[in-house]
Nanobody, 124 residues
Framework: QVQLVESGGGLVQAGDSLRLSCVGSGRSFSSYAMAWFRQAPGKEREFVAV????????FYADSVKGRFTISRDNAKNTVYLQMNSLKPEDTAVYYCAADDTIVGGTTTEAYDFWGQGTQVTVSS
């Protein structure tokens, strides 16, 4: 069992940067693959990025590749999402999620635990 709490969202202008954080409880945090998803109003939750249990493997949605970076610090039970060159279409609630496999996946069904979300709003 792991509980996740996101932070770092806010209102920014197009071209700005934000760093989201997700802190997990539990001693087994380092055994989980971790991911970020996002959900815009009226749309389905979509995959953003995933990182393997040890940080050795990452994968990104095409829409964020080259602009966003996922990373983790297992000593701090924390996963990050560095978001650069933000666009208005990045506006959404961002969720972190944990998968008890070591690699993770790109679908919501693959994830067992979810945070409550943090709002990111990018103005043009």
């Amino acid at each position: 069992q792991v509980q996740l709490v996101e932070s770092g969202g806010g209102l920014v202008q197009a071209g700005d940067s934000l760093r989201l954080s997700c802190v997990g409880s539990g001693r087994s945090f380092s055994s989980y693959a971790m991911a970020w998803f996002r959900q815009a109003p009226g749309k389905e939750r979509e995959f953003v990025a995933v990182i393997s249990w040890n940080g050795g493997t990452t994968f990104y949605a095409d829409s964020v590749k080259g602009r966003f970076t996922i990373s983790r610090d297992n000593a701090k039970n924390t996963v990050y999402l560095q978001m650069n060159s933000l666009k208005p279409e990045d506006t959404a609630v961002y969720y972190c999620a944990a998968d008890d496999t070591i690699v993770g996946g790109t679908t919501t069904e693959a994830y067992d635990f979810w945070g409550q979300g943090t709002q990111v709003t990018v103005s043009s």
